[in-house]
């Protein structure tokens, strides 16, 4: 059957189990979202590639999925000898539209192009797939959601410690046990500043990023080769090894820090949040964490990932505050601060973690057994009953051998089978299937729907 | 700005407003399919072009969005020389995947690459987007959700009198009064044949399909002209001017198909159908309609249609019975019936029928006004307490002046304020404002809550 019958690699199809699970987290989401006031947007899949080339680095424009120009997308092309041109020269002419390859750019332009019908601060959250043409591996696909939390146009820290109280109430009810960690980009240049080399920010940072995967000392040795003194690197350590609780770090950091303005205003923001977490503290740990330096080419103060505790996968949330997102489309100033859940991985966490359990709804909760005629008119007018009663239900289409039909049944997972044949129509009794102890029992109607209720 | 802050044409953005009125209808269709049985699948964005070429028929194929290949993808011309080559022959050669175009393709393209996987009848639901490069125009749009409920792997007609139940119970709880129309692939072959043209079915279905639109004069001009002869034309006549109650069409019908075994054979299906209906009867209207003619390049057996009633808007939800879908992917001999509401469609109706209420969650129930220091410590206790009784909330991130606060819960539509400044701070005591009448009373947190969870 060939290419016909697969999917393009890096994406995936979803079955009913998998969908029942996926909804579980999804929706979680987005109930916490709404419960804290954030409102939903959706955005194109596609979008033009003017608004998304350029915003994430070559390496991201390189991983953009282009949509070719619909028509005679040729004819656009001119007289431009086409044997002698370059993929890379021929792409912008054939193409205008790419896919989204995250949420953040599409919602800064939306922010920009609906500026005049938002009302500032604005509380947003977006839940939709993303594609990057990454290398397809364990884990990473070319397909992927994406849920989101940004409020823009506060500067408030009242908003980091919010969000830092979403990501604990999504992960305590979806049974993760969280860590967050937290750092400040203005930490990180106030660090840079001290031992001499504010120059080489994104260098450090990018070593220190490395500490928990290679080590100390392998950072250290990165650090010289990227041409860091070896005066700035000892300089370093004591930054890098500071030790306690949250408290104990950030008072010594203040003491080292002393000379760098940047760097105290940091120790300040954190101080800040980590005082409305005092007053209304989460269930889950918040740390701070000095080697943390992800998105440094847009954070401008908090950065923020989460780490699930008990299994070794990466990152399953991480956000930060972005002092002028909107400015790359012209509306500069206007500062932000979010957060965005990776739904697959945290998908990933549950299964490794057998965070899944089988009461999830995958099926209806009953099937009825068809006897078709007398017995099917029966069986349709308690099926209407039990599902007036908001209880999913089905009959098996056909009167087809109930052998056949118990199989069905069996393998769908339906938890009860109710059977309603000749006896059961003329005495107004059912007989109630558990298809787990395979236990049955006689009940009326309306005591039928009362069990499947409870149940 | 430019085209970086503006959207592709024929997509949109969707703000909270838009989103909570979708959600409402995304919700509904997602109960009533799961109240009904059928399981949630999801398929990528992209399929492979091998998946979708030549199964829309050629303005499909023109219409497909087509995603360039990644990496460098001229290399894979080769030595073709491309100032000579069209858009039509480059495309293949740069271009191996396309976005879905809607999404019964892709549920024939899983069936058959899960057939293993999947117990027979499969009832399957599934709610995406797909991508159309059409004309935008009023109420076309290039990016549009399909809501597609199927059950695969029975003949029973069962299935189709259930499909029936759903749009009825889904067009219900959305406050649209609908009417169903329906027609049978057989009976039409039937017409066909009897009046002697029988390999014209495709001519004569497509120009009685226009009845509705164009009237019954100008269509049999139409047939005249496609070479329909003029014997044939006269006995279509009596046909297409059936009256009476569905029984009464059915029967009058059932008298002209005599010698089509066809032709009855699609009558006792509609009869079947129909009995099932009048056990179970519905609250919306179900007609015989001989002149629906949608989809005869796939459908067998039954078609439907809905048509919202006070409002001239296209069909709302569709479907029809196929036996071989999963044939073109080397399945042959399941047969398939499923229907397909389409979200934009219904939004427009409701729209024009104002059903969307103001009592649709947009935003948090409350915000409580943030007056800083002490109080908003207060106020953070309070919200918790509030947000745990699971009332979307939230307070104003900082402590700006009131009158910013209150235009600000004003603009966001927020039907309830909570002040809690010093003196009830001290007093225990909160300030509820009702943003719609105005109206403020003093009540304790523990009254506050209950208000606002019976509002």
Redesign the interface.
């Known amino acids: 059957?060939?290419?016909?019958?697969?999917?393009?690699k890096g994406?995936?199809?979803?079955?009913?189990v998998e969908?029942?699970r996926?909804?579980l987290i999804f929706d979680t989401i987005r109930s916490v979202f709404?419960?804290?006031?954030y409102?939903?947007?959706?955005?194109?899949?596609?979008?033009?590639l003017?608004?998304l080339l350029g915003k994430y680095g070559e390496e991201g424009d390189?991983?953009l999925?282009?949509?070719?120009n619909?028509?005679?997308?040729?004819?656009q092309t001119g007289e431009i000898?086409?044997?002698t041109?370059?993929?890379q020269e021929?792409?912008p002419l054939?193409?205008?539209?790419g896919?989204r390859y995250d949420l953040t750019v599409p919602f800064a332009?939306?922010v920009?192009?609906?500026r005049n019908?938002i009302?500032f601060?604005f509380?947003?959250f977006q839940i939709q797939?993303v594609?990057r043409?990454d290398k397809p591996q364990k884990g990473r696909y070319?397909?992927f959601y994406q849920c989101d939390a940004d409020?823009i146009g506060?500067?408030?820290l009242?908003?980091e410690y919010?969000l830092i109280k979403i990501i604990d109430e999504v992960f305590s009810r979806l049974g993760i046990s969280s860590e967050t960690r937290i750092n400040n980009r203005k930490i990180l240049s106030g660090i840079a500043s001290v031992i001499g080399e504010e120059e080489r920010i994104t260098d450090i940072t990018i070593a220190i990023d490395k500490i928990d995967k290679i080590g100390a000392e392998a950072v250290k040795k990165e650090l010289l080769e990227r041409g860091v003194s070896a005066d700035a690197v000892s300089k370093l350590e004591p930054i890098l090894s500071l030790s306690g609780d949250n408290g104990d770090k950030l008072s010594e950091l203040e003491s080292l820090l002393q000379e760098s303005p940047a760097g105290l205003k940091g120790i300040a923001e954190m101080r800040e949040i980590f005082s409305?977490l005092e007053?209304?503290p989460v269930k889950s740990s918040v740390v701070v964490d000095l080697t943390l330096a992800r998105g440094l080419n847009y954070y401008t103060g908090a950065i923020i990932e989460v780490k699930a505790e008990g299994v070794s996968i990466g990152s399953i949330c991480g956000g930060g505050r972005y002092d002028d997102l909107a400015g790359i489309?012209?509306l500069p100033g206007v500062s932000g601060v979010g957060i965005s859940f990776g739904a697959d991985r945290i998908y990933d966490v549950m299964s490794a973690l057998a965070l899944f359990t089988d009461d999830i709804?995958?099926?209806?909760r009953v099937?009825l057994v068809?006897f078709g005629g007398e017995e099917?008119?029966y069986a349709?007018?308690l099926l209407?009953k039990i599902?007036a009663a908001?209880?999913?239900?089905?009959?098996y289409?056909?009167s087809v051998k109930i052998k056949k039909q118990m199989a069905?049944a069996n393998?769908?997972s339906v938890p009860w089978v109710i059977m309603a044949g000749e006896e059961e129509r003329v005495t107004g009794m059912v007989t109630l299937k558990n298809m787990v102890t395979g236990e049955q029992e006689k009940l009326s109607a309306s005591d039928v729907i009362s069990r499947l209720a409870d149940a």
């Open positions: 059957m060939g290419s016909q019958t697969t999917i393009p994406t995936r199809d979803f079955g009913p969908m029942s996926r909804n709404r419960l804290y006031g409102r939903q947007i959706e955005t194109p899949a596609m979008e033009n003017s608004t390189r991983l999925f282009r949509v070719l619909s028509g005679d997308f040729m004819k000898p086409l044997h041109i370059s993929s021929l792409a054939i193409s205008e539209k896919l332009r939306f920009v192009q609906h019908e009302t601060p509380r947003r797939p594609w043409a070319r397909e409020v506060s500067d408030s009242f908003n919010e409305y007053n209304s489309f012209g709804d995958v099926t209806s099937m068809n099917e008119k349709i007018s209407e599902r908001g209880i999913p239900a089905e009959i289409p056909g069905f393998s769908v």
